[in-house]
């Protein structure tokens, strides 16, 4: 069994910035965060390989959020900068021990966060 905390959300105004962090209580295979607005899928945001190798981020996120872990401390880091109202949602973070690799699709994943709440004011 994998526990995730995340942490780091919170209010911030448009064009601001946001860290968002997830500690694992073992080292897992590939991670990832996934966000959820109300009334809406949850859809894929970023992922990120075993060692750090590799990351994929969704089309709306390419170039203002950037992913990273340190596998010393079991953490991954979702760097969010120059936020917008339609990044508001609740994030979660997500692992796997089954794939090494970046995955997108949420049933790949079988551990998750309780979530973290992000909200991008006009």
């Known amino acids: 069994q994998v526990q995730l905390v995340e942490s780091g959300g919170g209010l911030v105004q448009t064009g601001g910035s946001l860290r968002l962090t997830c500690v694992a209580s073992?080292?897992?295979?590939?991670m990832g965060w996934f966000r959820q607005a109300p009334g809406k899928e949850r859809e894929f945001v970023a992922a990120?390989?075993?060692?750090?190798?590799?990351?994929n981020y969704a089309d709306s996120v390419k170039g203002r959020f950037t992913l990273s872990r340190d596998n010393a401390k079991r953490t991954v880091v979702l760097q969010m900068n120059s936020l917008k109202p339609e990044d508001s949602a609740a994030y979660y973070c997500?692992?796997?021990?089954?794939?090494?690799?970046?995955?997108?699709?949420?049933?790949?994943?079988?551990?998750w966060g309780q979530g973290t709440q992000v909200t991008v004011s006009s």
């Open positions: 073992v080292n897992t295979h590939g």
């Open positions: 997500a692992a796997t021990q089954q794939w090494a690799g970046v995955r997108i699709n949420p049933a790949d994943y079988s551990w």
């Open positions: 990120i390989s075993w060692n750090g190798g590799t990351t």
